[in-house]
Structure formats: C-alpha cells, structure tokens
C-alpha cells in the first residue's frame, strides 16, 4: 500500500521541526520521520539569538520555550593572559546584542536543543502530526509516475525489516552534515575554509570561584582557550579548541577524553579554581567550514536545509538559528505555491536567498574565529569598540572595532539580508525606479526591502493594549501590509484612504484576485485573514488612541477608514508611544519617522522581511504600485500591471 502526503521530511532536528510545524498548521499533510528513538536528550546547539527569539515569538512558541528558564547572555566577557605568567585577567566586556541594533531581545537565550525540539513536537501534535521513530529513509526517486505526488520513496523502520512506501509532493532534508539525500542527489559539500578543528563541548554543573560563570566569555590563556556558555539549570557549556589541521601532529579522527578537558579547563582557568558536580554531556568532535553546492537539483521537490547544507564552528552559534530561517523561507514558498497564491518557479529563490546567506554567514565565521582565537584584543581596543558603537562615531575603524559591529550583526541575526529579487524590489534591480511610488532607501525611507521590518511600538485602538507592530500579525503564511497613514485628520491622508480602497477592490487587484471562496461566512472573529489567506492588514495613525474615537462622524475612525480595512479592527493602531530612537518626535508619530516616510504601505514578506515601500498617496498610484510587485511572482497581471521580469 502507498500513502499519499504534501511532503516527506526526514530528520527531526530543528530545521525538519520547524518546517513541518509551519506546513501541518497551514493544513498539509506532513509526514516527519527521524532515525532516533526519542528527541535529542541532552547538549549539542543551545543558543537562540535575538532575531530568532522574535522569530518563535511570532510563531507563538516563545511563551512555551522560556518556561524551562533559559539562562540569558546580555553581555560577553573577555579574558587574555595577564604579565609575568599571572594567569588571566579580564580585558573588557561589551554588549551581546549592541544598542545600534534595534532589537526587541537584546539577549541571546540558552537552552538545550532536545527541549526546543520537545516544543516543537509539542505543536505538531496538535495539529495532528507526530514524529515517525525510528525511521530512516532507504530510497526515493522523482519518477514522475503520479504528476499530483512525483517523488516515490521507500522508509524503513531502523529496529527491524519493516518497510512504507510513500509518494509526496516534496522530500526535504534535514539529516545533518551527513545527509543520505544529498549524497545520492550527487550534491558535492564545498569547503571555504580548509582548515579544521576539533572540539571538546561540556555541559554540566560547576563549582569555581571564577567571577564570570555565568556570563558568555571568551578565554585566552597561554594553556589554550576556551569559550564559557551559560545554560539552563545551573549549567555551563565550555568549547574547547583541542586540535588544529594547522598542527604539525594533526589528525581529524583526535579523540580527547572528558578528563583531558577538565584537566585543559583547569589549566586555562588559573589562577581560578573549576570542579565539576556532574557532566550533563561532552563530546569531542571535528567542524569544518562547509556548503553544499546546491540546495536543490530540480528547484521543484526535493530540497536541503540546515546542517545538511552548510557546517561552521561553533564560536557563533548560529547553526540552529540558520536552520530556523531555512525551514521557515521554504515552508511559506511551498504554501504560496500548492494554495495557488504563486507559480512554483519562486521555490528557485529558496536556494538563492539562503545559500547566499550560508556564504556570507561562513565568510564572517571565519573572520569571527580567526579574531577570537588567534589575536587577543588589548582591553583598550575593547573599550574602544564600546565608546565608538554607543556614540555612533563616524571616525575610521580599526579592524578590531569594524569585526566586532560586523559580529554583533550577526550573531544577533539581523545581518541577514536578501538581495534584491522578484519578493526585494530595489530601484537597482526592478522597475520600481521607474515607478515614483516606490519608495527609495536611504532618501525616502529607513526601511530596506530584504531586511526584517524595524520594530515598533503602538497603541491597539480596540483595547488601548501597547503592542509591538512587527508581531501584530503572527505567523500565518500571508504577506502583511502595513498602511501608515499619517494624520487622520489632514485632507490627504482621507484622498489617500478613499483612493486605495477603490483601487484595492477594483476586480483584477492585488487584493480582489485572491478573495477566499469562503469570504462571505468567514467567522466574526477571524482577525488576520477574513477576506484572504495571501494578505493581512493593519493601519496605523499617528494620533493619540483616545482622539481617534472623535475622527469620525460614527465615533471611532469611523468616516475615514475605507470598510475593508476597517474588518481589521484589531489590528488598528494609534502611533503615539515615544521611542527614544527619534527623539525629536515629541508627540504622535514615531513610528513614522522609524520608517522615514510621512504615509506609505510597507509590504511585509510572510517571514517578516520587507519586500517593497511605496507611498500612499491619492489616485491609483499605491495600488497600480502593488500590483505591479505582486504580479512579479503570482503568475498573473494584476490590475493591468504589465508582467515584470526580475531576477530570482
């Protein structure tokens, strides 16, 4: 007997998890399967950097992840030799997410993989999906044989000689390093940099006079290095470095005991004193900088993500979190394709998007590695860094200070940004530097399309409730479409409403092409998707809350608000919160001048990274705009738009 599902996804680690949570809640049939008998018990990835804790915020996990107390890392500690062999001393501290960063979480959280995968799992079983355990996957072949489902594949339980044959939609690989898909796509691991290292992890409990513990630091001693990480439970993490490939005895197959650790710890902490209550876990390992050549063959069903596409050191901790944005960039592509919102061809920007990011992410891993584990930064430079990135100095960098701003990019996840595509339009790369609607980075807006849209903070009109507007609208697979519409009250901003929503729900619109069949019986309380499942709105006004309940003639907004906006009612927002970034906004308006425009509509990607700011203005302008970007990737002219061509 064959089962049909949408997709196949084998290994239950946090790309597979979380892909498979995103599609199971979308309504696909999922099918996840791993080789293990149970969730990873203890160790391997920890760290959850600040753009990944907004990331499960929005997936709505974040609330269940933080109830096992994750220890939390607010700033880093450095630690070098001190003269006339006096042991180590600390040379400095900085901030692990910088205030230049605008951050929701200026922290990185610390938890050990098997409780965020147990999260994750937890999510997929209310949506009817379990784990398949344990399972690994013996064949598969696109055959083609069922247009609908063309990739065949055989399963096997590991225990004993049972066998499933399946056939899917998609197969996705979220094996690790050692991916069996990849291997028999013939895909190749490329590596950037050759030299290698191996590891010594330890997690357990300690007792040390070492003032820093509980603190993220890095150690140089003339004994070797080591970087302390601070865990749930009263636990720490120790990376230590135990061999090189640049070693005259080097050997990748090294194998150092749990004791050869501690002893190499003990060294490297004096003059300060470490014993261990008991090791949670260790492990000794081999990392080399890898990528794979290609995250698909056929850019249409089988596809890698994570670690078995790309394998860095540890130092940066963003192995887990890459994996996170892998799975998620995929899952909304795949559901805009099989929900009609888009033709398949947009499954080739999985790859372009985020292999670029692995490059770029690998090529700064090395840097990373190279400055922490082979120059030791006196405590001026360190001090130095701090003083230029709290005042913002224009002045030349050094290239201490210039890695560090780099480093806290990325390591806090907001270096990621995607080049300029059919979903990023740029005056560069589009047509959108014809359109004067467009709005241009840095002239016309703060916002640049690629990147995540800047945070703010605003009033919920319905309940008076403070709400962060970039988590306004969860994680539901649509694009958002945030309408900053200005003063209420000012002549303009009513023209600009009136036009937009008469241009909006013009029939072959970026909005009427993609109405839900069910519009009409839709629940009152459906908030985020009553009239579609490809768009969400909200509207913001920069006017106190309690003034907008007298805008209009009805109470409330009103004559103002074109009625399908209005369905959006709870998520209407009054910009009137003060925000110490713009400060010379004294009154409402902050996060208006946060984006840097007067009135606009921001296009949000579903994975919360801005696509496209045009101006809201009067006349057909904003919505031809509109649908001149999304006719890019829907398969259809919308509204007359001609059919634009951009790069994928």
């Avoid at 196949?8 to 809640?25: E, M, S, T, Y």
């Avoid at 209310?126 to 072949?141: C, H, L, Y």
């Avoid at 949670?280 to 069903?301: K, T, V």
């Avoid at 913002?392 to 270096?415: A, H, L």
Wanted: overall charge neutral; aromatic content about 10%.
């Amino acid at each position: 007997m064959v089962t049909n599902v949408d997709i196949v996804i084998v290994g239950a680690g946090p790309v597979g998890l979380v892909l498979a949570v995103c599609l199971a809640r979308w309504g696909y049939s999922v099918k996840i399967i791993d080789n293990r008998s149970e969730p990873t018990p203890t160790g391997r990835a920890d760290g959850i950097q600040p753009r990944s804790l907004e990331f499960l915020r929005n997936m709505g996990v974040k609330g269940d992840l933080f109830a096992f107390k994750p220890a939390r890392v607010y700033e880093v500690a450095f630690w070098d030799p001190q003269a006339a062999g006096k042991g180590i001393g600390r040379t400095g501290t900085w901030a692990s997410c910088p205030k230049f960063i605008d951050a929701r979480y200026p922290f990185t959280a610390l938890l050990h993989q098997g409780l965020i995968e147990r999260t994750f799992i937890k999510d997929l079983e209310k949506n009817g999906t379990t784990v398949q355990r344990p399972w690994s996957i013996a064949d598969f072949e696109k055959d083609g044989k069922d247009p609908q489902y063309p990739v065949s594949i055989r399963l096997e339980k590991v225990e004993n000689d049972e066998v499933e044959h399946v056939r899917a939609k998609y197969l996705f690989s979220g094996e690790g390093a050692r991916s069996s898909i990849r291997q028999k796509l013939g895909i190749q691991m490329q590596h950037k940099d050759p030299i290698a290292h191996i590891w010594g992890v330890m997690d357990g409990v300690v007792r040390t006079d070492f003032p820093d513990i509980k603190m993220k630091c890095t150690i140089h001693s003339d004994h070797g290095s080591i970087m302390v990480i601070p865990r749930e439970a009263n636990m720490v993490r120790l990376y230590i470095q135990v061999a090189s490939s640049t070693d005259k005895d080097w050997n990748p197959r090294k194998i150092v005991s749990q004791e050869e650790v501690q002893a190499t710890a003990k060294k490297i902490l004096a003059p300060y004193y470490i014993e261990w209550d008991r090791i949670e876990w260790y492990s000794c390992y081999p990392i080399g900088q890898g990528i794979a050549e290609r995250y698909s063959l056929d850019h249409e069903n089988i596809f890698l993500g994570g670690d078995a596409c790309h394998t860095h050191s540890p130092k940066a901790g963003q192995g887990m979190n890459t994996a996170f944005l892998d799975a998620q960039n995929l899952a909304w592509k795949i559901h805009h394709v099989e929900a009609g919102f888009a033709s398949k061809s947009i499954l080739r920007t999985y790859e372009s998007e985020r292999k670029r990011i692995a490059e770029n992410l690998l090529d700064f891993d090395a840097r990373y590695a190279k400055l922490f584990s082979t120059r030791l930064p006196a405590a001026e430079e360190v001090a130095g860094a701090a003083k230029v990135t709290a005042e913002r100095n224009d002045e030349p960098e050094n290239e201490f200070v210039k890695t560090f701003k780099e480093s806290c990019e990325f390591t806090s996840g907001y270096g990621v940004a995607y080049q300029p595509n059919i979903f990023n339009w740029s005056p560069e790369g589009h047509s959108a530097s014809k359109n004067q609607v467009f709005l241009r980075y840095p002239e016309q807006t703060a916002l640049r399309t690629g990147r995540v849209l800047i945070p703010s903070t605003v009033t919920r009109v319905t309940d008076a409730n403070p709400t962060h507007l970039e988590q306004a609208i969860p994680m539901n697979g649509s694009f958002r479409l945030f309408v900053f519409a200005g003063e209420p009250k000012a002549p303009a901003t009513r023209a600009a409403l009136a036009s937009f929503s008469q241009h909006s729900l013009a029939p072959s619109s970026y909005f009427s092409s993609f109405l839900r069949p069910d519009a009409s019986s839709v629940s009152y309380h459906e908030l985020h998707n009553p009239h579609s499942r490809f768009l969400s709105f909200c509207t913001i006004f920069a006017e106190p809350h309690s003034s907008l309940y007298n805008v209009g003639g009805k109470g409330g907004v009103g004559d103002i608000l074109p009625e399908f906006l209005a369905r959006y009612r709870d998520n209407i927002f009054a910009d009137d919160i003060a925000d110490w970034r713009v400060p010379e906004v004294q009154g409402p308006g902050a996060a208006h001048k946060k984006m840097g425009f007067e009135r606009g509509v921001v296009v949000v990607r579903p994975d919360g990274y801005v696509g496209c700011v045009v101006k809201l203005v009067e006349g057909e302008g904003t919505v031809t705009a509109l649908n001149e970007y999304f006719s890019a990737f829907v398969g259809k002219s919308l509204g007359g738009a001609g059919g634009v061509k951009a790069q994928l």
